[in-house]
């Protein structure tokens, strides 16, 4: 989006006090002059052949927040940055595709990446250098930021002309056998403490979807076990707030004891899908109750005026995890004797704490003690709470739709398929113009670029409606021809912006489904809803390719398609099921399409 045009005093300020961006807000005291992306501040760059400093984050960040309030605060780095360079803070959230673009750098120079991401750009905006975090001042073996930049800087005036350019790679996962993917994943299974690798411990929603769907079809107690077991380590160990419900980002250790304090929207999405579709393959009733524990937290927590906010802060007043930790002390003065006695039970309780001398709530057993629990959050609530994030994302809120839609139907709670309708209505009013479908909204101000992720988590989401209700067609033949209109041969787009290169969607399932993933579901189902044919999908490497392995699951022809002229109840169908109202009455699957059987027409 592209503003009026400025001089270079516009230039000699911090700008983000204009910004419509949480993230760039927490940043108008910084004395670096920070700018917001834009064409004009580009081309100011390519006059005055300044380096760019381009530092991307978003509002929960913890490390961002400490960057801020150290290099960023510090005056000399400022002031060296500010001579040196233009700075520019982006919002990863608001563009992922720059995001993504320097996050592919990163990972291209270093193997990894992570936030904040720090990258130094030429005008003509090919990156010379990237890193995360660095300190104010130097310290084990970590240079600080301002030592960096020097470097940096005296590099490009000596390479000015020599900076190679680079291009956000399009590199589709190998092509692998379907017989090899179960047998790889658990490969990477850590089976002493469930989930996968053997160090810190994201929650794996595509994985864990792949492989229930996948027991969907066989009944595997091999593939039934890891999936037990990560999803039992996700409800008892630190991942999980046992007292309010939700789950935290990750966990830093391979036990899950310790998480990284952030409440993601997105995490929540994935996990009431993950937890409800495990209860229907498995019918442990805990899954339910995780499911539901956290769909209260959403509506508790997240929903603003009909729509979910992005996500909680890790840190309450600069301290990680404040509010969610207790002291041996304050446990045992706000429960009586019995009550603390059952507590310690229940949870790992050590005078000695687990996260800096005090205690982060990780379960023993699932043993219920609601009352207690219940207690506890009171108290909770009168601490001072984490700061969130109130920006409305339209392609995550239409992730919660989807996690609503099957939750209902794993459940048997058609409310939620009702409260998800609802939900998607009013995601379509705010966002869908019939043109563009806008991206972010926040404090009264749109983003309105428009990204490929949005579309296609809209599509995918519509074409869950559609099962329950026709009238879902126009629109969804509407996001059809919207969500082709980000192809580019055979290639994916992420989005067609002006001010920056092409960048072409990623293939990574984790944390959430990838762009391409959920494209190629939503027109899948919605050819299948619509008896068009489907090719069949090659399979692709897991674990980054997991959710995209659904999708060829059902390009394969291992969903089963049901046709009947009455809606067939979700608790009738196995987990694996599209369903349409339609003159035949007939079971499509893997190539055959056969009868009915007579329990659907029992009653």
């Known amino acids: 989006m592209t ?19 949480s993230y760039l807000l927490q940043h108008t005291t910084n004395p670096v002059w920070w700018q917001e992306w834009s064409d004009d501040l580009i081309r100011y760059a390519v006059k005055t052949k300044k380096l760019l400093f381009v530092s991307v984050g978003y509002a929960t960040c913890h490390w961002c927040h400490v960057m801020a309030a150290e290099a960023f605060s510090d005056p000399g780095t400022a002031n060296y940055l500010n001579n040196h360079f233009i700075c520019i803070k982006v919002d990863r959230e608001q563009r992922p595709d720059i995001d993504q673009f320097l996050m592919d750098f990163i990972n291209n120079q270093n193997g990894r990446g992570g936030w904040p991401l720090n990258v130094f750009m030429t005008p003509e905006l090919r990156p010379v250098y990237a890193l995360t975090y660095a300190p104010v001042h130097s310290k084990d073996l970590m240079p600080s930021l301002l030592s960096v930049s020097e470097k940096v800087h005296e590099f490009f005036e000596d390479n000015r002309d020599n900076i190679p350019s680079f291009v956000s790679g399009w590199n589709p996962p190998d092509v692998t056998n379907e017989s090899s993917l179960t047998t790889t994943l658990s490969k990477y299974y850590d089976p002493d403490n469930g989930g996968f690798g053997s160090g810190q411990k994201f929650p794996p929603h595509s994985s864990l979807l792949y492989l229930l769907y996948q027991a969907g079809l066989e009944d595997s107690p091999s593939i039934k076990f890891i999936c037990s077991k990560t999803l039992d380590a996700m409800i008892l160990r630190g991942l999980n707030d ?43 009733e ?72 005090l205690i982060h709530l990780v379960r023993r057993n699932d043993d219920p003690l609601d009352d207690i629990e219940d207690k506890l959050l009171s108290v909770r609530r009168t601490k001072k709470q984490p700061s969130k994030d109130d920006k409305i994302l339209c ?60 579309a296609a988590a809209v599509l995918t989401a519509i074409t869950m409606l559609f099962e329950n209700d026709e009238s879902w067609n126009g629109v969804m033949t509407e996001m059809t021809i919207y969500v082709e209109s980000f192809k580019d041969g055979v290639k994916w787009r992420e989005s067609w912006a002006e001010d920056f290169q092409t960048v072409y969607a990623s293939w990574s399932d984790h944390p959430i489904p990838s762009s391409i993933s959920l494209a190629d579901m939503g027109l899948t189902r919605a050819a299948l809803l619509t008896g068009k ?71």
Request: aromatic share 14%.
């Open 3 to 21: 503003g009026k045009k400025l001089n270079e005093t516009d230039f000699r300020r911090n700008n983000l006090d204009k910004s419509s961006s």
């Open 242 to 284: 046992h007292l309010q419900g939700g789950i935290f980002r990750y966990c830093v250790d391979r036990e899950w004891t310790i998480p990284h304090f952030e409440k993601m929207l997105y995490d929540q999405a994935m996990a009431i899908w993950c937890f409800s579709l495990a209860y229907r393959v498995t019918g442990k």
């Open 533 to 603: 044919e489907v090719c069949s999908k090659e399979y692709r490497e897991p674990f980054n390719s997991d959710f995209y392995n659904i999708v060829a699951m059902m390009n394969n022809g291992l969903f089963h398609l049901f046709e009947s002229k009455d809606i067939l109840p979700w608790s009738l169908l196995p987990v694996n099921s599209i369903r349409i109202k339609g003159k035949n009455e007939t079971d499509c699957f893997m190539g055959t399409c056969s009868p009915l059987e007579k329990r659907f027409f029992n009653g």
């Open 395 to 454: 392609g995550i809120n239409a992730l919660v739709v989807i996690a609503m839609l099957q939750a209902g139907r794993f459940l048997d709670r058609p409310e939620l398929e009702k409260n998800a309708a609802v939900l998607m209505n009013i995601l379509l009013n705010k966002f869908w113009d019939g043109k563009i479908l806008r991206h972010s909204y926040y404090d009264g101000v749109f983003k309105e670029l428009s990204f490929l992720f949005d």
């Open 286 to 357: 805990t899954y339910k109750n995780m499911a539901e524990k956290i769909l209260k937290c959403l509506d508790e927590c997240f929903k603003i005026e009909g729509l979910y906010i992005t996500a909680y802060d890790a840190d309450t007043e600069h301290q990680e995890g404040a509010t969610y930790l207790w002291s041996y002390e304050q446990l045992k003065n706000e429960l009586l004797p019995e009550e603390f006695e059952n507590f310690s039970n229940t949870y790992f309780i050590d005078k000695t704490g687990n996260f800096e001398g």
